[in-house]
Structure formats: C-alpha cells, structure tokens
C-alpha cells in the first residue's frame, strides 16, 4: 500500500481480546492513535508527490535520503503505521499458542528455549524507558534479533524486518492496567498468535543463511 494510506482494518472486534487487552483499550487504539499516525503520514507526504509510489515500509527503509523537511514525521507517523499494523496482525485470535518448525529451531538456536526468548523479550519491553516497543526481527543476515526502539522507531530504520512486536506506550494499557506494564506483558502472551509470526519468519527470508550459507 502507497500514499494516501489507509487504516488497517483489525479483523476482529474490538472485544476479541479481552480479558487481557479491553474493548474500549483496542477502540481508542486502533481507532484514534492508529488512524492520527495515519492521517499524520499522509499529510506529511502530501506535497512530495515523489514518494506516493513507495509502501510506509520503503520510506522507513530509507529514511536518509528523504527530503530533510519530512524525515521526523515520516518516523514518527510512518513508524506509527506499520509499528501498529504488524501489532494488530500478531494478534489476531486463533492460531497456535507456540512456535513451530523453522522459528521454534531458529528461536531455542538463538535464545536457547522459547522461555529463554520470552524473558529476553519482556525485560527489553519492560525496561524501554518511556514510550516504545519490543520487537523479535530477523537482522539482515537472517538471524533473530530481539531489543527495544523508542518512541515509534521502527526496526525497519536499522535493517531489521520486525516479525513479533508489543507495544508498550501507556495508551496500548493504561486503562486496564494503570502503571502495571510488567502485568500487561504477561497477560499479552496470550495474544500471540504464532503462525502469523512463523509466516512472517518465513516471508523476512529469516534462516536462510543456515540453508544457503557456507
Ligand atoms: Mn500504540
């Protein structure tokens, strides 16, 4: 999808998470943030029509070479729109509650087990300060990676294809949660729908120096 670019939908209702995220958390969330991250980009890509050819995830790929005047809001809102539509689809109800076949080898090789990943994870996550996110991506020699951006940087900017992400801003908890960030972590494994992050694993080529390489 290129400029003017449009909401996501989510795929599902907005209470199809709860009890671990609310209705009214996912309404705010998807509805307002999501939609001024979006809102935002466009109109920061308005008057370049130069770059209307290019998906959110290109500009943030490059965002060097940008016109200077368009950098900040294209990472900020152009983070913001992919950094929530990957959260929305990692989501999503069903699917398997654990990794398989390539991901569960290349995350017990990179991490030593699933648990081993999710404390990795979750201490990346709780101690971002501030606002931002946790992120397991493949790095570009297709390995796992797992850290933490601020803000909504997103791991695109540093040659990362994120494949597993939890936002941690108060407005992704608080009215649930308040303060309590390391229990809205624990409750969102819950979410993790892992064959759409094995899908992504597959489509960000992650593994494939192990197959290829010497
Ligand atoms: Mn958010």
Same mark, same amino acid.
């Given at each position: 999808?290129?400029?003017?670019?449009?909401? =996501?939908?989510?795929?599902?209702?907005?209470?199809?998470?709860?009890?671990?995220?609310?209705?009214?958390?996912?309404?705010?969330?998807?509805?307002?943030?999501? %939609?001024?991250?979006?809102?935002?980009?466009?109109?920061?890509?308005?008057?370049?029509?130069?770059?209307?050819?290019?998906?959110?995830?290109?500009?943030?790929?490059?965002?060097?070479?940008?016109?200077?005047?368009?950098?900040?809001?294209?990472?900020?809102?152009? +983070? +913001?729109?992919?950094?929530?539509?990957?959260?929305?689809?990692?989501?999503?109800?069903? &699917?398997?509650?654990?990794?398989?076949?390539?991901?569960?080898?290349?995350?017990?090789?990179?991490?030593?087990?699933?648990?081993?990943?999710?404390?990795?994870?979750?201490?990346?996550?709780?101690?971002?300060?501030?606002?931002?996110?946790?992120?397991?991506?493949?790095? =570009?020699?297709?390995?796992?990676?797992?850290?933490?951006? =601020?803000? %909504?940087?997103?791991?695109?900017?540093?040659?990362?294809? =994120?494949?597993?992400?939890?936002?941690?801003?108060?407005?992704?908890?608080?009215?649930?949660?308040?303060?309590?960030?390391?229990?809205?972590?624990?409750?969102?494994?819950?979410?993790?729908?892992?064959?759409?992050?094995?899908?992504?694993?597959?489509?960000?080529? &992650?593994?494939?120096?192990?197959?290829? &390489? +010497?």
């Amino acid at each position: 999808m290129s400029h003017p670019f449009q909401l =996501p939908d989510l795929g599902y209702d907005h209470d199809a998470l709860e009890p671990h995220i609310d209705a009214r958390t996912m309404e705010i969330h998807h509805g307002k943030h999501h %939609q001024a991250y979006t809102n935002k980009l466009n109109g920061a890509l308005e008057s370049h029509s130069e770059l209307h050819g290019y998906t959110a995830e290109q500009l943030l790929m490059a965002l060097g070479p940008l016109p200077e005047d368009i950098q900040g809001a294209v990472r900020n809102n152009g +983070g +913001g729109y992919v950094n929530h539509k990957l959260f929305w689809e990692v989501m999503t109800p069903g &699917g398997a509650e654990a990794p398989s076949g390539d991901l569960a080898t290349a995350i017990d090789g990179a991490f030593g087990s699933l648990d081993a990943f999710k404390s990795k994870f979750v201490a990346a996550a709780g101690a971002q300060f501030g606002s931002g996110w946790g992120w397991l991506c493949v790095d =570009p020699f297709g390995d796992l990676a797992c850290f933490s951006t =601020p803000n %909504q940087d997103s791991p695109l900017m540093t040659g990362h294809t =994120p494949i597993l992400g939890v936002d941690v801003w108060e407005h992704a908890y608080y009215l649930n949660y308040q303060n309590r960030r390391p229990d809205y972590l624990d409750a969102w494994w819950n979410l993790v729908n892992w064959d759409v992050v094995g899908a992504k694993f597959a489509e960000a080529g &992650g593994g494939w120096i192990h197959t290829y &390489g +010497g």
